[in-house]
């Protein structure tokens, strides 16, 4: 039986609501934390979201509008304003109705509408592949959280919910929301100090990406409960004692085990089985002031003794998202290891509700003060980057690495305290100082000696940047800067360096080009012509494509060829698709005679066809059809690179035929890393063969950060055996990741957290 994540049908749950229940619910939490405001607005967005969503159902069978209700309720627990629990409510009726922001705005004011376009997808453009599209919708969201926070709050509250409810949607799909989940919206809630819906966010995703191991940690810690109960109580009881002894009066402990997610990332860098595992609490100390916060500090370390390089103190130092905390780990008389987590009651509320906390929606401003902003400049770095940044891969690839909240804290000679990211060098800090300064930088001295700019920093190093006017930044420096700052601006400053050279050089090497086809670069550029090299090039001007010949990211030859292509030969389609057929030998007519064909073109019948040897489409997903000179039709990917370059002229639609899902096995290409320990291979083959998946060519080795790679190239049935075969691989505690590979060489794109 293959194993993976039950549908909601499949789990124990209560009773369904109906939505005017959860609407009374929503009604109650407002009157919590927001008592005697007006409700009338609540009232009438609740009433015009039932309207306009009333023909329309979940996957579940549930009536859609029990979404944005749930999402409004969300939101509440964030404590936001009643504009924000009104666009909670319509946050889809732009997208998903016949509603318009112009509508939005006369019923519901200027304010709501920019809070739910902010919200809205942009699903009327078509892009070149979902990344792009993902890139797109976050960049339009960022631009969107840039004027007005709340849109990317809202957004959470309502990720968190679909996730909470994906049980009902197909397991691939599950699967890409919940990586796109824990790349994107997981790692966002963390920088803006929402704990708790970052907690659930990824806890979420590891059931649906493993879930044979979120099931495992759940039922050992269930197992454990007893234990854990008596444990958190001892601790709490000596805690408060010893407390009570040393004069404290308002003081407030308790404990809480940690996250599933957090215990399955110690299993896997640290490389250790569940029981190896021994913090898996974590207690909290809430004091009045921060002179309480080391006091209390200080009769925890005399009671217990401190783990070496386990004490971290974010109140002196605090992380981006404004989260402070004093953290130590000490050790019990038992030898037991206990967490412990020190704040003030204002410190606690920022960790639980992070910018909600600290944003002024109580008056008519929607401002914060300065001292705010500036622990929000990384999100004015996402800004700046979303501008200027085109790629749509470069940008998810500097957002997702300037997501991820793994810090160190290096100190300049005068005492100011900069947040790094871990494995920064001295580079990157010079970079985090000043672009300039970077620029400019020739070496640095860390902690009084001299030091290699590729020098890795650790935290509590004093840094000092070294600079000389005449220094300029090389392409060896993107071999080991760590931050997205820093590498944005080494690229920008080398575009912008070698734009007028490479100008020159692609200006003549088109030039010696066109003359091998009897033109001339004046002619073309006296006729406008230069505008088909620009269609053909897909650049946005002229400029763009001399620039890039010169720097041999595009060929001439191919973009003459593409611009200015041969004469067609006279004959039709038809004509070309029937020559292509009479090519066919006795035993394919035969055969094609005698059945339907795996793959339907079309208007026509029995037309060869072959599939892109570059992409290996495997029935099940998207494909298009190339009409080639006297060999049919070539299937592709939807998405294939190449196809996306080939002549849109010779576009043909196909899909896949009836037969296609029981003809003999297709190929693909798929590379797994896994943990580098004894049996690994074995386990992956098991699984390969109980699924059925036959095995063409394999080929196993170690990378350099210690991670087996495993590349396979297999056969399998169509798409969904494919799934299968990859859900059994990715459940496997030793496996860390599963890709599909295309045989077409792509530009390597840091993807995030896949697990």
């Known amino acids: 039986m293959a194993d993976t994540t039950p549908s909601k049908g499949n789990e124990k749950s209560a009773p369904p609501r109906t939505p005017e229940q959860e609407y009374q619910d929503l009604l109650v939490s407002l009157d919590t934390y927001l008592p005697g405001q007006d409700r009338s607005a609540v009232e009438k967005a609740y009433h015009y979201a039932s309207e306009c969503h009333k023909d329309q159902t979940r996957r579940s069978g549930e009536p859609y509008i029990t979404h944005p209700i749930a999402v409004a309720n969300i939101v509440c627990t964030l404590k936001l304003d009643t504009a924000s629990v009104v666009a909670a409510i319509l946050h889809d009726t732009v997208e998903d109705t016949s509603a318009t922001v112009e509508d939005i705005e006369r019923e519901f004011g200027q304010e709501v509408a920019h809070l739910v376009d902010g919200l809205t997808k942009i699903s009327k453009i078509k892009f070149r592949s979902k990344q792009e599209k993902l890139a797109e919708n976050f ?13 990317i709050m809202v957004k959470l509250c309502d990720r968190l919910h679909n996730m909470r409810t994906i049980g009902s949607l197909p397991d691939a799909k599950r699967r890409r929301i919940s990586q796109e989940t824990l790349d994107i919206y997981a790692p966002l809630s963390n920088r803006l100090g929402i704990y708790g819906v970052k907690s659930e966010l990824e806890d979420l995703c590891l059931r649906h990406l493993k879930y044979e191991t979120y099931q495992a940690i759940r ?6 409960k007893s234990v854990r109960e008596t444990y958190i109580t001892d601790v709490k009881e000596i805690l408060e004692t010893e407390f009570k002894k040393y004069g404290f009066k308002e003081i407030f402990v308790y404990g809480r085990p940690k996250h599933f997610f957090s215990i399955y990332k110690k299993m896997v860098d640290r490389r250790l089985d569940f029981e190896d595992i021994h913090d898996l609490f974590a207690f909290r100390v809430i004091v009045d002031n921060i002179k309480d916060c080391y006091e209390a500090l200080g009769v925890v370390h005399a009671m217990w003794k401190p783990m070496p390089g386990r004490f971290k103190d974010y109140i002196a130092m605090p992380k981006a998202n404004m989260y402070q905390s004093l953290h130590t780990t000490v050790i019990r008389p038992n030898g037991e290891p206990a967490e412990i987590q020190i ?5 606690h509320e920022t960790c639980e509700f992070g910018v909600a906390a600290h944003w002024a929606y109580k008056d008519k401003s929607k401002q914060v003060g300065n ?16 501008s200027e940044l085109k790629d749509p891969d470069e940008f998810l690839e500097a957002v997702k690495v300037d997501l991820f909240d793994e810090e160190i804290f290096v100190f300049t000679p005068k005492g100011d305290v900069f947040s790094l990211a871990k494995n920064s060098t001295g580079l990157d800090f010079a970079f985090s100082v000043h672009s300039d300064i970077g620029i400019k930088c020739i070496g640095i001295k860390v902690n009084g000696r001299m030091a290699p700019i590729k020098k890795r920093l650790n935290s509590g190093d004093i840094v000092e940047v070294l600079t000389s006017p005449h220094q300029k930044p090389s392409k060896d420096w993107l071999n080991f800067i760590t931050t997205s700052k ?29 003359e091998k086809t009897n033109r001339s670069l004046e002619d073309l550029e006296k006729s406008g012509d230069t505008e088909k090299l620009v269609k053909a090039a897909r650049e946005s001007n002229f400029e763009d494509i001399l620039i890039g010949v010169g720097y041999g990211r595009l060929s001439p030859d191919e973009l003459i060829l593409k611009a200015f292509p041969p004469p067609e030969p006279k004959e039709n389609i038809e004509e070309q698709l029937s020559r292509s057929n009479e090519k066919k030998t006795p ?41 080639t000179r006297g060999r049919g039709v070539t299937i592709h990917r939807s998405a294939c690179p190449r196809a996306l370059d080939l002549d849109p002229a010779r576009k ?23 943990q580098d320990k004894p049996g690994v291979l074995a386990e992956v083959t098991n699984i390969l063969s109980a699924c059925n998946a036959n095995v063409h060519k394999a080929e196993a080795k170690v990378s350099p950060d210690l991670t087996g790679i495993l590349e396979f190239e297999l056969g399998v049935k169509n798409l969904e055996h494919l799934e299968q075969v990859v859900t059994k691989l990715e459940n496997l505690q030793s496996v860390l990741s599963v890709k599909r590979k295309n045989i077409v060489k792509q530009r390597r794109i840091r993807r995030g957290r896949h697990i």
């Open 219 to 224: 039922k050992k810690i269930a197992a454990k």
């Open 587 to 627: 035993q394919q007519q035969t055969k094609s005679k005698n059945s339907k064909s795996p793959i339907l073109v079309s208007g026509y019948d029995d037309v060869l066809v072959s599939l892109g040897k570059c992409c290996q489409p495997l029935p099940g997903e998207p494909i298009i059809g190339f009409i």
């Open 139 to 151: 960049r339009k969201m960022i631009l969107a959280m840039a004027k007005d926070i709340r849109v």
């Open 486 to 514: 820093a590498r944005n601006k080494i690229r920008s400053f080398l575009r912008s360096e070698q734009r007028e050279s490479s100008r020159k050089i692609g200006r003549d090497l088109l030039s010696q080009a066109l």
């Open 371 to 386: 001292t705010d902003m500036e622990k929000f400049s990384w999100l004015r770095q996402i800004v700046q980057w979303q």
């Open 652 to 674: 043909i639609q196909v899909e896949w035929g009836q037969k296609a899902n029981t003809e003999s096995y297709h190929k693909c290409h798929i590379c797994i890393r896994t």
């Open 343 to 347: 704040r003030t009651r204002e410190m």
